[in-house]
């Protein structure tokens, strides 16, 4: 069984993602880190975000970087989704997203394309949202607690430039695949999310 899990930025998709993949006993893949490792690399390589042929240089990252703190940095979520708008980083990742999703058995993979590009075969498609301040207090909340000092209205204004970005760019935009299910986790908690995506999962299959 396949399981696609899309949204915006800090929507709860990835807490969503990995207990459904507990759940199902499926192997989980966050997509998000990948693009977030190519935006490390570049910064790191002293490269410019901006240009497609920088970011494709910085997308054959070693995997090592994918266990660094500093991929959950606010700043690093901003620079992958400067480098997730070029066609040319999304083709670079995409046969990995691919061979996950299309592993024996299934997998649940959370990010903004999953159920329209990586894996439009999905056998369950999730759309997690929440309203954007509840997001931004949720990711603040997060960030504070990893020691960062940084503002609650900077990590809105964030996430909302991110939201724009990842909406806007013409390469796989984040939007709902037409057979996804809509979860709206603004008033509910983590577990009542839980419990409402695996029943939505539930009777994705069961039809
Ligand atoms: N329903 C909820 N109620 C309260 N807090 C939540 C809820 N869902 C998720 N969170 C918290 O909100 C933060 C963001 O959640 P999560 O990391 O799952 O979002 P995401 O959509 O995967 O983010 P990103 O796009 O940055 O990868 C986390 O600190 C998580 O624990
Ligand atoms: N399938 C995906 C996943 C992510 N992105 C881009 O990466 C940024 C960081 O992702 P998070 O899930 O960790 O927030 C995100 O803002 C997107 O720009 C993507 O394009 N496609």
Do not use: C, W
């Amino acid at each position: 069984m396949i399981i696609a899990v899309d949204g915006p930025a800090a929507s709860g998709k990835g807490t969503i993602a990995r207990a459904l993949a507990k759940h199902y006993k499926l192997p989980y893949l966050d997509t998000g880190l990948l693009y977030r490792a190519v935006g490390l690399s570049v910064q790191r390589m002293g490269l410019d975000p901006e240009r497609e042929a920088d970011a494709v240089a910085a997308s054959a990252f070693d995997d090592s970087l994918l266990e660094d703190p500093a991929l959950r940095d606010d700043e690093t979520g901003l620079l992958a989704s400067v480098v997730s708008a070029h066609p040319l980083v999304r083709a670079a990742l995409f046969q990995r997203q691919r061979r996950f999703a299309a592993q024996p058995g299934g997998a649940v993979l959370d990010g903004r394309d999953i159920g329209t590009v990586i894996a439009p075969e999905a056998d369950a498609k999730l759309f997690v949202k929440a309203t954007p301040n509840i997001r931004a207090q949720r990711r603040h909340a997060e960030l504070q607690a990893r020691g960062s000092a940084i503002s609650k209205d900077r990590v809105l204004a964030d996430i909302r430039a991110r939201d724009a970005r990842d909406s806007g760019r013409s390469a796989a935009p984040l939007a709902m695949a037409a057979d996804a299910a809509l979860l709206d986790t603004s008033f509910l908690s983590i577990e009542a999310s839980v419990q409402r995506a695996v029943a939505l999962v539930d009777a994705r299959v069961k039809r």
